[in-house]
């Protein structure tokens, strides 16, 4: 019989780039023109700002991480934090379902960029194209985690190479004046910007879920959180002062999405403007990889202490049902929803699981060995960031907030719901 450790064959650099590759998606591209019109020349900051509140609360998964290392992830400190209750509960009903939105909006800017390849932008074929994305990355999910971090590492590799070697011609042809102070925003300004740069920095809750894959999660886990934001800071830092370098912030908010390909123009010309549109295409594919991985050990783990049915606990063949649930749903999503109109939820239901999370930390930090004062920090950080997101973004996105209290409301109603009827069958 073979010892279970030795099926563990991820390694730190693996981990990392799962993290890496669900951050550096669909975020780096979309968010600069909508980070431009509220930051200006000024989004480097924002970027900088926002993975500082990003380390603070990876701080507090890493030591959860350390303690408790499960494949159940963020969702498992939970449950340390709460008990087996509904606030659990809901938080991962809560975290599964914006998992099947935030995979269906990234396959949507996939089908989006492979269209305006081979399809003149079609928006059939666009969503053809993101469907079949999901099916593929669902079939290499069923395959196995060596499999997953081995095709997420090629794809993150090539993606950080090729956005460092923008970064590095960009800045190097830059126009200084381009990024003085004397033309940034005021403080509130760029305050208000970290509430949209943020959301490129959620995927690194991803990485949580890959401890039941690491010889030794205790101590790999933590480098894997910590070097995954420090890559995905560098890289956005330096793309921000590339392309704010290059055009004005006026240009980049009306270039929006293709901003960065926009800027490899003037020094690379339109092959740079192709290797950036490239670019955008593998960093999306390994986004739906990423965010599609948690779904296995996470529901498995959930079905076995009873948070979700039992059923999430088995496979239909070599499919797990908690991925082919959550591919499923994001088929239908990427299929028959307009998402551009929601693109935010996922920031507005990361923010608040994270928050919940280190609430309750407070009642692990001895077990954990945290800094109750780092811990307070991340909570007033994350916190005041959900609340800026809430009165800026989500006011200005009336659909997003619906549509966020619509899920709400469902994953509390699967939870009492599926908990309900599991008591009914007890007595």
């Not at 794809?155 to 102070?181: G, R």
């Not at 039941?212 to 894997?224: F, I």
Request: proline share 3%; net charge positive; with cysteine.
């Amino acid at each position: 019989m073979v010892a279970p450790d030795v099926q563990k064959r991820m390694t730190v650099l693996q981990a990392t780039f799962i993290g890496v590759g669900s951050m550096v998606g669909a975020g780096i591209f979309a968010l600069l023109g909508a980070a431009g019109a509220v930051a200006g020349s000024a989004v480097w900051l924002s970027f900088l700002i926002a993975g500082a509140i990003a380390g603070l609360q990876g701080y507090s998964f890493a030591k959860l991480g350390a303690r408790y290392p499960t494949g159940g992830g963020l969702l498992e400190y939970l449950s340390r934090g709460f008990g087996q209750g509904h606030i659990a509960g809901i938080g991962a009903w809560l975290f599964f379902t914006a998992g099947s939105i935030v995979v269906a909006m990234i396959a949507a800017s996939f089908g989006g960029y492979a269209s305006s390849v081979v399809a003149g932008g079609d928006e059939f074929w666009a969503k053809v194209l993101g469907v079949l994305l999901v099916l593929a990355m669902t079939a290499l999910n069923a395959v196995g985690s060596t499999a997953v971090a081995r095709v997420q590492s090629v794809l993150v590799t090539i993606v950080l190479c090729i956005l460092t070697v923008f970064a590095v011609v960009t800045i190097a042809n830059w126009n200084p004046a381009l990024l003085a102070p004397s033309g940034y925003p005021g403080v509130r300004e760029i305050i208000a910007s970290v509430a949209l740069t943020f959301f490129a920095f959620l995927g690194f809750g991803v990485i949580t879920f890959t401890a039941k894959d690491l010889p030794n999660p205790s101590r790999q886990l933590p480098r894997a959180i910590y070097l995954a934001l420090a890559i995905a800071t560098t890289v956005y830092v330096a793309v921000s002062l590339g392309v704010f370098g290059t055009l004005t912030a006026n240009q980049v908010v009306e270039y929006g999405a293709t901003a960065i390909a926009e800027a490899a123009k003037p020094t690379l010309g339109q092959a740079g403007y192709v290797l950036m549109v490239i670019t955008a295409l593998l960093s999306t594919t390994g986004a739906v990889n990423a965010g599609l991985y948690p779904s296995i050990g996470m529901t498995r783990q959930l079905a076995s202490i009873g948070q979700f049915p039992p059923v999430f606990g088995r496979s239909g063949g070599r499919f797990p049902v908690g991925l082919l649930v959550m591919a499923g749903l994001a088929i239908i999503l990427v299929s028959a929803f307009d998402l551009t109109s929601i693109a935010s939820i996922g920031s507005a239901v990361a923010l608040l699981v994270f928050s919940t999370v280190t609430v309750g930390h407070f009642r692990l930090f001895r077990e954990t060995g945290a800094n109750i004062v780092v811990l307070v920090i991340a909570l007033v950080a994350t916190l005041g960031t959900l609340i800026v997101f809430c009165t800026t973004t989500l006011v200005n996105e009336p659909a997003t907030a619906l549509a966020l209290l619509a899920v709400v409301a469902l994953s509390i109603i699967a939870d009492f719901g599926w908990k309900s009827a599991a008591a009914r069958k007890q007595t």
